[in-house]
């Protein structure tokens, strides 16, 4: 499966949600995620564009795979995603990375409200998301089959974002956005970095 995303900053998610309503589309509820992110030190998997997480959405687990972002504008990549049973399995999937050589890097906290499109938008998923030490965002995501889908599928998003007023698309990832976060509120502290600094 390849996943076609289009990703907006916005500064009020309840103008959005009152657009989304009023193009048909339904929630399907809240959730509050946790998603913790792995990386491989000797490969660097930030420089390689991939992407190895564990999701918690409330009693909910999965490990995803990401592949490398394959357009300049939109979010396009190979996803492979597994459920985990439980929490414990999810621990044991930790061990086994862990084995494996990977380190945590960080846990990237959000509330998602989660919107199906009707009619012809059925196959649009749409994400409210208010991240933690980041902000809120719009996120636009159809799931493709083939590499021929992909095309019809971002203009489809495209055109759902002018329809819906969005503008300024990024593919930062929000794991990237509260790296660099923390690493501004770091620089901007008074005291500085505190990297080598023993607690």
């Not at 499966?1 to 900053?9: Q, S």
């Not at 990401?66 to 357009?71: F, I, R």
Request: proline share 4%; hydrophobic share 40%; with cysteine.
């Amino acid at each position: 499966m390849i996943e076609v995303e289009l990703k907006f900053p916005v500064a009020s998610l309840e103008e959005i949600r009152s657009h989304l309503q009023s193009l048909g589309a339904i929630s399907e509820g809240v959730s509050v995620q946790a998603d913790e992110y792995f990386n491989d030190p000797k490969r660097n998997y930030a420089k390689l564009d991939i992407a190895v997480r564990i999701r918690q959405s409330d009693d909910e687990f999965w490990l995803t795979f990401k592949g490398p972002n394959l357009d300049p504008a939109a979010k396009i990549r190979k996803e492979i995603e597994m459920p985990l049973n439980d929490a414990l399995a999810a621990e044991q999937m930790r061990g086994v990375l862990a084995g494996m050589g990977l380190v945590s890097v960080a846990k990237v906290m959000k509330r998602r409200e989660e919107f199906v499109g009707c009619d012809d938008l059925s196959s649009v998923h749409f994400c409210l998301d208010e991240v933690t030490e980041v902000g809120g965002f719009v996120e636009l995501e159809l799931v493709v089959e083939s590499q021929e889908g992909v095309e019809p599928a971002k203009l489809k998003l495209i055109a759902l974002a002018d329809q819906l007023g969005l503008s300024g698309s990024t593919r930062t990832s929000y794991l990237e956005m509260l790296l660099e976060s923390r690493e501004s509120t770091l620089t901007d502290s008074p005291t500085g970095p505190r990297e080598n600094q023993q607690e």
